[in-house]
């Protein structure tokens, strides 16, 4: 499965995140920026394959609420993590990461920020909430959850 590409592709990250403590959020992320820089090889790579699961249609295969979404990896096929791809231009659902939440953010179009941040790795805190939301553009966003912890908003 095309999945795994990716998967493998942040197979390092998945390794590092492992002991970088995501509760300091801009800690981590400058972490983050300077081992796995996005506008090097690794993200290169994951705007490639990216490309490629789009064009295929075996990524971002799902719409909803102007998004379209797809899960890349449960857990156990990735260290722990859960990886999501979102390809979003507007709002997505309200949710709290329970355990954090840590975001490759890819520039898909015009000048876009994912909850303010620039194209680039965005962390967020345990326990944290918000309604994601890319303005300006559009993103396509991996979502990394340790454990896949979410919880999303009852109604």
């Known amino acids: 499965m095309s999945n795994d590409l990716i998967v493998q ?11 970088l403590p995501i509760a300091d959020v801009a800690s981590a992320r400058v972490t983050l920026e300077t081992e796995f820089p996005l506008t090097g090889a690794l ?11 789009l064009k295929e249609g075996w990524l971002c295969n799902r719409e909803g ?3 379209k979404f797809s899960r890349v990896a449960k857990p156990e096929k990735a260290q722990g993590f859960s ?3 979102v390809l979003l231009s507007g709002d997505g659902p309200w949710h709290k990461h329970t355990k954090g939440e840590v ?3 890819l520039n898909w179009g ?3 920020k994912f909850c303010g941040h620039a194209p680039g790795w965005a962390v967020f805190s345990p326990g944290s909430e918000h309604v994601p939301s890319v303005s300006g553009g559009s993103m396509l966003i991996f979502y990394l959850l ?10």
């Open 146 to 155: 340790p454990d896949g912890a979410m919880e999303w908003k009852k109604t």
């Open 43 to 53: 993200g290169a790579k994951l705007k490639e394959l990216s490309e490629r699961g």
């Open 65 to 67: 609420g102007g998004s």
């Open 103 to 105: 975001n490759i953010c």
């Open 9 to 19: 592709a942040l197979e390092p990250v998945l390794k590092r995140l492992a002991t």
């Open 110 to 112: 015009g000048v876009p």
């Open 83 to 85: 990886i999501d791809a």
